[in-house]
């Protein structure tokens, strides 16, 4: 059974080089369609061990060059994308809001913390944003923490 009729020749890997990502694409899709290894190996060349492991690299987490044929690296964002956008327009339609403001103005069912915010808005490329100032001790306030300490 031919999987890829353009493919005429066997990869020239003999020699234990590398395959390139184009014929480790090659090897997925053809994984992907339901061929077994051994018909893998057999059109194109390369050895059911070397086609295995292609396979279970383009599985995993990691995937070639860091990215993944099947899903992302690291821990689920918090945040979705619709939700990100929500906060940078947020923040740049209201910069006198502090963080928790922002947080209960986008996602109030979501517990997020004030890194979150500032991870988002920074790979929004708002840098150096700054909460509302908390307004000053007045002195009857100043009285009060003095007896409380």
């Not at 066997?10 to 994984?31: A, T």
Request: charged share 35%.
């Amino acid at each position: 059974m031919t999987f890829y009729p353009e493919l005429e020749t066997h990869f020239s890997h003999k020699d234990g080089s590398e395959l390139i990502p184009y014929e480790r694409g090659i090897l997925v899709g053809m994984k992907r369609k339901r061929a077994t290894f051994e018909e893998i190996s057999k059109e194109t060349g390369v050895s059911r061990r070397t086609i295995q492991k292609v396979i279970k690299r383009a599985r995993t987490d990691h995937g070639y060059q860091g990215r993944s044929l099947v899903g992302g690296r690291g821990r689920p964002k918090k945040l979705s994308k619709d939700k990100e956008n929500a906060v940078r327009d947020m923040a740049c339609k209201h910069p006198e809001y502090r963080h928790e403001q922002l947080v209960n103005a986008v996602a109030p069912e979501k517990q997020l913390s004030t890194r979150t915010i500032r991870h988002c808005l920074k790979k929004a490329g708002i840098r150096k944003w700054m909460a509302k100032k908390r307004s000053m001790l007045t002195e009857f306030d100043a009285c009060g923490w003095l007896e409380f300490a």
